[in-house]
């Protein structure tokens, strides 16, 4: 046998046997009658030909990741194999493409690492996992919850850590699932996004972008604190855009970002004071009346209030001074800010996650505000929206069982993504226990009455992303049960009892909606699921099955669904209407774009008490916070170097950097130093260092990097599969300050961290 | 219950006791004695990190994820042994949900693949037979290998692995015989 029909090529263009009549003799011979074999059967098809050649099956997926982009995917599948994706050409937001890390999603269901069986670990963080069939799982975990039940009386010492893993609509049928149980505790909030949508909540009445693909209009955008040329790299195509019509691109980071390179000008702030920034351009456009009189005088409040406030507490001086930014500059770029009509600023995520983070997107909004552009095509102040998400949320809205107990009284969920109010307010005599996602850690340890005693984990990691790690390892000792559902290993499941294989996105069907462009797609099954993995929607019915079983009553969730039809229960007229759809099954075509303008708040009727944009808002007062957009200081340092921990590039908070292909581009963590730094703490390029604070450490090479301002220490927030870095271990859980009006809890101050550095 | 069937269960086993019952079954008829195992549940416990999970798998079962490039399932190498099974007429019963190309299939299809050889000799059936063994041959040893040193390995484990290979190695050895016949025959 020659060497070259050794090489897997050959092989898959393999026999030259010719099938039909090789088959026919073996079956006149009987041969395939007995064969000794006991797990492969004869073919069931009739000719069993595989062909190879040919037309491929396409379905429908979207990247449902909590990323800008919510990429629609266009999926080639023969043989019932994911043969490879693309972009769906349909939207002109992805425009045929993907990114990085989206490119690699045919890797998910292949990967040999993927999780694939329900699993019994032997003392958490041991190793010593056993198989289990789906049954025996179910029935640990309904034990343990009807012994709950039994024990306290209510089910409050179940409590569900879910996020934005997976962010199909259907996957709040695991919110539904806690329902089904009873009043459970629910850690309620984001981490994400808080204090900007209660800042745009208390100026227009509502978080709404305008269309992203409208920033071909603006001449004059300012990216203010968010790399999107890492983490929408889709919208980058619309700022080039802008920019060869004419625009100015300014970008505004501490970082120099991959986004700053690309930009026309690049403002290294000192970190937390974008507030102090944005009102010194206010003053001076104030000053020398470049603002839009008409404008303000017709669709807004409060505005003189917020002059007065400007003129007896800002400078552009002062406003220099706690930037960082020159005073010269800042002159210069209000004034073209002011000129350009319309020019827009893209409020980026990081900037409020800080202590003063609501306050400065406050004092962003009300730049755009006083300048006229809000409600202008080209214009606004970009943050997000939810326009898109007037779901049924039919997986969601699920009913407690007759008799279920919980916390007396009707407590709201609220969550960025909690629309439907669930339950109708008369009948409701109980509720669940709400405690802040944000403080996890902190709010397992207090909880004793009655005590967290299990958690369920579902698309997400709390290991890798909630705050203070060395908490989270205290607080998880007080659990009597952990169950995670998951894709992949990694540190929760590490830390769990019980770990259940959850489909990947080709496996199961939802519908994914963007919080940044107006594209809405469906999620179809293109294979079957692979191993034994099921949605989460069929795990709840799975465990309601086996509630059932033990206590007839004990749980609502339907027992059987068919999560094709769940889909399908999702939509609503308002959908059809708003996306031009007659059906969902139009979507099999490709992804629909929202008919709406692409300006926010282009009828300029804003949903605030007073309907018009508040640039004094009793609302904020009213939440514990000022009226006016005023400055707020930023947190007291707590150690000698502020850290920084934003999103990688090749990853999405702690998803895709475990999978080959990341690795290939980013086999490990570094800590980004600046070299002036390094030079005082005598670190050179590639030594090991330490990053540590009063709550933990870090310990990684160091890169010396100018990227980095030069008081701050920059680590990519992450977890590597084989790689205990975890930049959690020195992140505290120190709120910021908004997020409790809309989301339910305040954001966290993510970026204001402190820590020291040394050379291991 | 042959040898290999035996090995072909051992590597599907879901539990202990599955493992321990399969793992009995050989004969002995390898060189190696088999090593006593006291404590099962520790076996299970290896056998997982090397081949079931959740953690990534220390010695992966399937051959794609030492012959592909990508180092992934369901590409090539499984869409070709795949094609091996239906030129026999078989298939997976976990088409789609197992990959093709798991050693406890393979060894399945081998067994099959045999019995067809002694039923009817012909030389269709004697090249599918030596390109399967040809395939197996290509990644067994890697995937030994990967078993024999993984940071969890354990004597049991190690043992159904040199028998796999002690098998292999006569399977190969009549494959030599055929693949010189069939040169002379050119
Ligand atoms: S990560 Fe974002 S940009 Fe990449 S494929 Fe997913 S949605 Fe698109």
């Known amino acids: 046998m020659s060497t070259t029909e050794n090489t897997p090529e050959t092989q898959a263009g393999i026999c030259p046997l010719t099938r039909r009549r090789f088959m026919k003799g073996l079956l006149a011979a009987g041969v395939l009658a007995n064969l000794p074999c006991g797990l492969l059967r004869p073919t069931r098809t009739?000719?069993?030909?595989?062909?190879?050649?040919?037309?491929?099956?396409i379905f429908r997926n979207a990247c449902p990741r909590n990323c800008y982009d919510t990429c629609s995917i266009k999926t080639y599948v023969k043989d019932g194999v994911v043969q490879f994706i693309e972009g769906a050409t349909e939207s002109t937001f992805t425009r045929g493409g993907l990114c990085v890390k989206g490119y690699g999603y045919t890797r998910r269901p292949y990967s040999p690492d993927r999780i694939k069986y329900p699993m019994v670990q032997e003392g958490r963080g041991t190793g010593n996992w056993r198989r289990v069939s789906w049954d025996?799982?179910?029935?640990?975990?309904?034990?343990?919850?009807l012994q709950i039940q039994e024990k306290d009386g209510n089910l409050l010492g179940l409590a569900l850590s879910k996020y934005s893993g997976n962010f199909g609509i259907t996957n709040y049928g695991i919110e539904g699932m806690m329902s089904s149980l009873g009043y459970t505790t629910r850690l309620t909030g984001t981490p994400c996004w808080p204090a900007g949508i209660d800042a745009q909540n208390f100026d227009m009445g509502d978080m709404w972008c305008n269309d992203p693909e409208d920033m071909v209009h603006a001449r004059y955008v300012i990216l203010w604190g968010g790399n999107a040329a890492w983490n929408s790299v889709h919208s980058v195509k619309y700022v080039y855009e802008a920019k060869r019509r004419g625009a100015k691109i300014v970008v505004i980071d501490p970082i120099m970002t991959q986004m700053a390179a690309k930009a026309d000008e690049y403002w290294q702030i000192r970190t937390s004071t974008d507030g102090a920034l944005a009102l010194g351009m206010a003053r001076h456009i104030l000053d020398n009346k470049l603002y839009d009189r008409?404008?303000?005088?017709?669709?807004?409040?409060g505005f003189e209030e917020f002059a007065s406030y400007l003129r007896e507490n800002v400078t552009v001086e002062w406003a220099a001074k706690e930037s960082g930014v020159p005073a010269t500059n800042i002159i210069e770029m209000a004034e073209e800010f002011a000129t350009a009509k319309p020019a827009t600023i893209w409020i980026g995520y990081g900037l409020q996650r800080h202590v003063n983070g609501g306050a400065a997107v406050r004092a962003i909004d009300a730049l755009v505000a006083m300048t006229g552009n809000v409600g202008k095509v080209g214009g606004g102040a970009r943050y997000g929206h939810l326009r898109t998400w007037g779901f049924n949320y039919h997986a969601l809205l699920q009913k407690q069982p007759e008799g279920a107990k919980g916390v007396p009284g009707k407590a709201e969920v609220k969550g960025d993504f909690h629309f439907a109010g669930g339950n109708d307010a008369a009948a409701v005599s109980y509720s669940d226990r709400i405690l802040n996602i944000n403080k996890t850690a902190q709010v397992i340890l207090d909880a004793n009455d009655p005590p967290i005693r299990m958690l369920w984990v579902a698309c997400k990691n709390p290991f890798s992303q909630d705050f203070d790690r060395n908490k989270m390892v205290k607080a998880f000792e007080k659990l009597e049960m952990v169950v995670t559902v998951d894709q992949f290993f990694n540190e929760t499941v590490n830390m769990s009892d019980i770990v259940l294989p959850v489909t990947t996105l080709f496996e199961e069907w939802t519908i994914n909606a963007s919080y940044w462009h107006y594209w809405l797609s469906i999620n179809e099954r293109a294979i079957q699921p692979m191993y034994e993995t099921k949605s989460d929607i069929q795990i709840a019915a799975t465990l309601s099955k086996k509630m059932n079983a033990l206590k007839p009553g004990s749980c609502t969730f339907p027992t059987e669904i068919d999560s094709k039809e769940w889909m399908t229960k999702e939509f609503n007229q308002g959908i059809y209407d708003l996306f031009g759809i007659k059906s969902w099954e139009d979507l099999k075509k490709g992804p629909a774009k929202a008919k709406m303008p692409s300006a926010a708040w282009h009828d300029l009727k804003f949903g605030t008490p007073s309907g018009k944009y508040e640039f004094k808002s009793e609302l904020a007062a009213e939440w514990g916070n000022k009226a006016l957009p005023e400055y707020v200081a930023p947190r007291e340092k707590t150690d000698k170097y502020r850290v920084l921990t934003p999103h990688t590039k090749f990853g999405l908070h702690s998803q895709f950097i475990n999978l080959d292909w990341s690795e290939e581009f980013n086999p490990k963590p570094f800590v980004y130093v600046h070299p002036q730094?390094?030079?005082?703490?005598?670190i050179k390029d590639g030594d090991t260092v330490r990053v540590f604070n009063s709550i933990g450490e870090v310990k990684t090479t160091a890169k010396l990097s100018t990227v980095v301002p030069s008081d701050a220490i920059?680590?990519?927030e992450a977890w590597f599969r084989n790689n205990p870095y975890n930049v959690q271990n020195v992140v505290d859980d120190t709120s910021s300050d908004m997020g409790a009006y809309k989301t339910g809890q305040p954001g966290v101050a993510i970026h204001d961290q402190f820590a020291d550095l040394a050379k291991v | 219950m042959n040898d290999i069937e035996a090995i072909r269960d051992f590597f599907l086993a879901g539990d202990a006791g599955k493992l321990k019952r399969s793992y009995q079954q050989l004969s002995g008829s390898f060189e190696a004695t088999p090593p006593v195992v006291e404590d099962w549940q520790e076996v299970e416990f290896a056998f997982n990190r090397l081949f079931v999970g959740p953690a990534a798998l220390e010695a992966p079962p399937f051959s794609s994820v030492y012959l592909d490039a990508q180092g992934l399932v369901m590409g090539q190498t499984t869409m070709a042994v795949r094609q091996m099974y239906a030129a026999l007429?078989?298939?997976?019963?976990?088409?789609?949900?197992?990959?093709?190309?798991?050693?406890?299939?393979e060894l399945d299809a081998a067994l099959a693949m045999n019995h067809v050889l002694k039923k009817l000799g012909h030389s269709e059936i004697q090249e599918l037979h030596a390109r399967f063994m040809n395939h197996m041959t290509r990644w067994v040893p890697l995937f030994a290998d990967r078993v024999l040193t993984a940071p969890s390995r354990h004597p049991a484990i190690n043992h159904v692995v040199l028998c796999l290979s002690?098998?292999?190695?006569?399977q190969t050895c009549g494959l030599k015989n055929y693949q010189s016949a069939r040169e002379e025959k050119v």
């Open chain 2, 89 to 105: 007429g078989l298939e997976s019963p976990w088409k789609n949900s197992l990959p093709d190309d798991h050693i406890s299939l």
């Open chain 1, 136 to 145: 025996e799982a179910m029935d640990r975990i309904a034990k343990k919850i």
């Open chain 2, 166 to 170: 002690d098998w292999l190695d006569k």
């Open chain 1, 677 to 682: 730094l390094a030079a005082e703490k005598n």
């Open chain 1, 714 to 716: 920059l680590m990519y």
């Open chain 1, 46 to 57: 009739e000719a069993g030909e595989i062909v190879y050649a040919g037309d491929y099956e």
């Open chain 1, 294 to 301: 008409d404008w303000v005088m017709a669709n807004s409040v």
